[in-house]
């Protein structure tokens, strides 16, 4: 355990930057320059990560790279937690309670420990959503209503940070349902869910009361619900397909998959003839609920598996336990041993969009606070204000604004205000990468002439 965190503290400090992490730093940005969210620049999520990175980016004003270490750090202490929480979980699952071994199903996983490092509202929603699993089994196996009302907190608090978890709690209903086995277990389980619901409705409402201050209700409701439920399930464009997806996670770490699967198998068969422990109820749905949802998505990427994989391991710890003949036992320990050793070598040698920090640090260089520029994250030089609404995969997004203002009530004016922004404040720079034409803005080639290449390959500057 030490070993593979270990490495994955210097993966954090030497990788490069993802896409979505310069993303939400500099809409956390912009929110502590004064912005608003939904209204001056496109975002899809509840602004809670934004406004609780906002004060970091003043302490790192012009270095992505440290702010971007300084986040990663927070998430790592997540990712600590997690890994406590997780085996707690199993814990009453396995016939010795030696749950030690137990955490290292997650931690030899590198997709999960990679995107639960990377500054998204994922690693946030995913600790909260464990804490509330752990607590709400913690209730339905005797708890007190205390349990079930941090369970409740947690996962308001989750859904305060990503609407993903809407998901997660709906199915975890569903998986406490299929572990009820008589009139006294419903009757608990309901007095239990009682106390969760308006445990949720907290931070809940705390953020619903703060949007609604702000002002731009309509705003959050139409980007985070109307405009996403449209692009990721209804656009005219797809991303890559979850085959694909389910591939490469599969063939990164087989033993989690293949032992989760057999413990589906299980939880299968223990309905057949006994309620199986809640634990293993509800994680089987998760997993299955899971993937029907992201074979529904035309953006199913890697980070998406976060929510479930702890689940899948949770069935992975209990197939392994249920192992009879020492033989399988020794072959299932030596792979989990070689996840590890994959995990350290990947945190070594794997890498994300390093050709970035050039483009950042010549824009940096090149221009002042007060220029607007038009650049995609994750070549986005974070401290630098933008001329356009839609400044995240430009075209793309303002294509789909466009078709989903046919097909639903939107707010209107957002391709307006860009096109005006070419005439009264063209961006000083505009950064196409080469072999992504959607991440250039809206309608740029009907600008181009303005514009000369630099020497930086799709750095574009302002005759």
């Given amino acids: 355990m030490a070993v593979g965190f270990a490495f994955l503290v210097v993966h954090a400090f030497r990788s490069g930057c993802d896409h979505d992490e310069v993303e939400h730093l500099h809409a956390s940005w912009l929110i502590a320059q004064g912005n608003r969210p939904f209204q001056d620049f496109l975002e899809q999520r509840p602004p809670t990560l934004y406004y609780l990175l906002a004060p970091l980016t003043r ?58 490092m990377e500054v998204r509202p994922d690693p946030w929603m995913s600790v909260l959503c464990l804490i509330g699993f752990w607590q709400w089994t913690v209730y339905l196996r005797g708890g007190k209503a205390s349990h079930a009302a941090i369970a409740g907190i947690c996962l308001g608090a989750a859904i305060a940070f990503l609407q993903k978890a809407v998901l997660f709690v709906g199915l975890m209903g ?13 009757v608990r389980a309901a007095k239990g ?5 308006v445990a949720a409705l907290v931070p809940l409402g705390a953020l619903a009361g703060a949007i609604g201050r702000a002002g731009y209700w309509s705003d959050f409701v139409f980007w985070n619900f109307t405009f996403n ?11 890559p397909g979850a085959p694909a997806t389910l591939a490469t996670s599969i063939g990164e770490d087989p033993l989690l998959w293949v032992a989760g699967l057999v413990g589906v198998v299980l939880a299968g068969r223990a309905l057949g003839h006994r309620r199986p422990p809640p634990e293993i109820a509800i994680s089987a749905v998760l997993v299955l609920g899971t993937l029907i949802a992201l074979s529904r998505s035309h953006w199913p990427f ?10 899948l391991a949770v069935l992975a710890a209990f197939a392994l336990d249920a192992l009879r003949s020492p033989h399988w036992r020794l072959a299932a320990g030596a792979l989990l041993l070689a996840m590890i050793a994959k995990l350290c070598v990947l945190c070594l040698f794997y890498d994300e969009n390093r050709d970035a920090v050039e483009v950042q640090q010549r824009l940096l260089s090149a221009t002042r606070s007060t220029d607007k520029i038009a650049v995609s994250p994750p070549y986005h030089p974070v401290f630098r204000s933008d001329a356009f609404f839609f400044w995240i995969v430009p075209t793309n997004n303002a294509v789909a604004y466009l078709d989903c203002c046919r097909a639903y009530p939107c707010p209107p004016g957002k391709v307006d205000r860009d ?7 063209p961006p000083r720079f505009v950064y196409v990468p080469p072999g992504e034409p959607g991440w250039a803005p809206f309608e740029f080639d009907q600008h181009k002439g303005s514009y000369h290449l630099t020497s930086t390959p799709g750095l574009w500057e302002l005759n």
Avoid at 82 to 108: E, S, T
Avoid at 193 to 197: D, N, S
Avoid at 302 to 311: G, I, R, V
């Fill in 229 to 239: 439920k449209f692009y990721y399930l209804e656009a005219r464009f797809r991303g």
């Fill in 174 to 186: 569903l998986g406490t349902a299929l572990a009820l086995r008589d009139r006294a277990s419903w």
């Fill in 193 to 197: 869910l009682g106390w969760l619901a």
């Fill in 302 to 311: 890697s980070h998406n598996l976060l929510l479930m994989q702890p689940a």
């Fill in 59 to 116: 302490v790192f004003e012009d270095s992505p790279r440290a702010l971007i270490v300084s986040a990663r750090a927070l998430d790592l202490g997540l990712l600590a937690i997690a890994l406590a929480v997780f085996a707690a979980l199993v814990r009453p699952l396995l016939r010795d309670h030696q749950m030690a071994w137990a955490p290292l199903l997650l931690l030899g996983c590198f997709f999960f420990a990679r995107n639960s």
């Fill in 419 to 425: 096109r005006r922004a070419w005439q009264l404040q």
